[in-house]
């Protein structure tokens, strides 16, 4: 059972070193109740002194407040912002709080592209407020997707909703003008990689019209290792000294890689998907830029 704290933020929008492609970081929670095994974002928690980032959840009550200061500054230049990038906007504790109704209310209001990616369908609540953002600048909603077996899915990702409902979630926003994308990732050896598994997953893509498939395969660093690997110790015994052995640093080997690239690409050639994340957020901000200089010939 999660424990709610209520907290301060001095800023909304976090900037990033580099743009990967989005230029800011918008977390309007803190920690995380999906409770996946290989969440990277575990160490995040260490600057609030505390160890249970599945089950301490802080929420930035201020959030909004703060994100009107920082979108209605003149030195606002309207870069992409990412909301969720280390915790979930859309994870159970936004149905008691309902933040990001009005997060998306200002980023309408300034006209502020982003990026939302979610493991829940609650965002389907948000669809009209989605809908209007996309017809004034570019937004792009992702789901992350690792297995097409429950029994797996359960394991892994405890608290997220079912594959088929987040496939569900992405058919329902390509109605509009956001692009959409399924985030394969992480990709976890001996357990998500096989062949039907992908195949799958790349079916489904193909059904919901995604404009985009971003695999990823796992990364071990940090708390997220020992984590991770206690859980593949008991509850998938038989490979732990397989998975060990690949993860002698925080990457699989070059050869694993390559294997499973193999059938990645082969699959999303067959079903003519996109791996270009950043294609349809160039292609509208693009148009939004020729828009604005028409207005002024």
Request: charged share 25%; hydrophobic share 35%; with cysteine.
């Amino acid at each position: 059972m999660a424990k709610i704290r209520e907290i301060t933020c001095d800023v909304a929008c976090n900037k990033l070193k580099r743009k990967i492609p989005f230029a800011w970081d918008l977390n309007i929670y803190r920690g995380c109740e999906h409770g996946c095994k290989y969440c990277y974002a575990m160490y995040s928690h260490q600057y609030l002194d505390s160890d249970k980032y599945f089950e301490d959840i802080y929420v930035k009550t201020n959030v909004v407040e703060q994100l009107e200061k920082q979108l209605s500054s003149p030195s606002w230049k309207r870069e992409v912002v990412n909301i969720g990038g280390v915790t979930d906007s859309y994870q159970p504790v936004e149905e008691q709080y309902k933040l990001m109704p009005d997060i998306l209310r200002l980023m309408i209001k300034y006209k502020t592209p982003c990026i939302i990616s979610t493991k829940s369908d609650l965002i389907l609540r948000d669809y009209d407020l989605i809908d209007d953002l996309s017809r004034v600048t570019y937004v792009n909603i992702a789901a992350t997707i690792t297995s097409m077996d429950e029994n797996i899915r359960k394991l892994i990702e405890p608290n997220g909703v079912e594959s088929l409902k987040r496939f569900a979630m992405l058919k329902e926003f390509s109605k509009t003008n956001a692009s959409t994308g399924l985030h394969f990732m992480p990709i976890i050896p001996y357990i998500t990689d096989t062949f039907e598994n992908i195949n799958s997953l790349y079916f489904h893509a193909k059904e919901c019209d995604v404009d985009y498939v971003l695999p990823g395969t796992l990364y071990l660093r940090g708390s997220t290792r020992k984590v991770f690997l206690d859980f593949i110790k008991k509850e998938f015994p038989k490979i732990y000294d397989d998975l060990l052995l690949l993860y002698k640093t925080g990457g699989a080997n070059k050869e694993y890689k390559n294997n499973l690239y193999k059938t990645v690409n082969a699959l999303r050639e067959k079903y003519g998907l996109s791996s270009s994340y950043s294609k349809p957020m160039k292609e509208k901000l693009n148009q939004e830029c020729h828009t604005q200089l028409s207005i002024f010939d």
